[in-house]
């Protein structure tokens, strides 16, 4: 009934640092929104969402170390590590991308169609799509 470790980190393409790292800067976010909307806390909604940029930076910094990693152990191919990290760098940029462009909507600093802010995130998911066709 429940899905192993093994499977959500297959089908999601993530470590378990990824997961747990997501895990907690979602929770954080999510107290954070709490807070905002019950007007407990006077507070932008650049800081809102600071636990999901903070994970952005901690992601892409996963990246680098693991393909670093990954071309010194020669585990898997030069091709293969360089297309897994191109794709979790387009992943990560996308979601980074996508959080900046609410913030600005939010905060009525832009006036972008909903549609263009939603754009990175159909990106990301086309992406996700490919990655999991791939595996």
């Known amino acids: 009934m429940f899905l192993s470790y093994d499977k ?5 393409g993530m470590t378990m ?4 790292i997501n895990l907690v800067c979602i929770l954080l976010s999510s107290v954070l929104l709490v807070l905002k909307l ?5 507070m932008s909604w650049f800081i809102v969402f600071t636990p999901m940029f ?8 996963l990246i680098i170390i693991m393909y670093i990693r990954s071309l010194q152990s020669r ?3 030069r091709q293969s590590a360089t297309f897994k990290m191109f794709f979790s760098s387009f992943f990560t940029i996308a979601l980074f991308s996508f959080y900046l462009l609410v913030c600005l909507k939010l905060n009525n600093l832009s006036h972008l169609s909903f549609s263009i802010i939603l754009t990175p995130l159909y ?10 066709c791939k595996n």
Do not use: P, R, T
Request: glycine share 2%; hydrophobic share 55%; proline share 0%.
């Open 8 to 12: 959500v980190s297959k089908v999601l």
């Open 17 to 20: 640092y990824e997961l747990w």
């Open 38 to 42: 019950e007007d407990v806390l006077e």
């Open 54 to 61: 903070v994970c952005s930076g901690l992601l892409a910094y």
């Open 75 to 77: 585990s898997i191919s």
């Open 123 to 132: 990106l990301a998911l086309v992406v996700s799509i490919f990655q999991v």
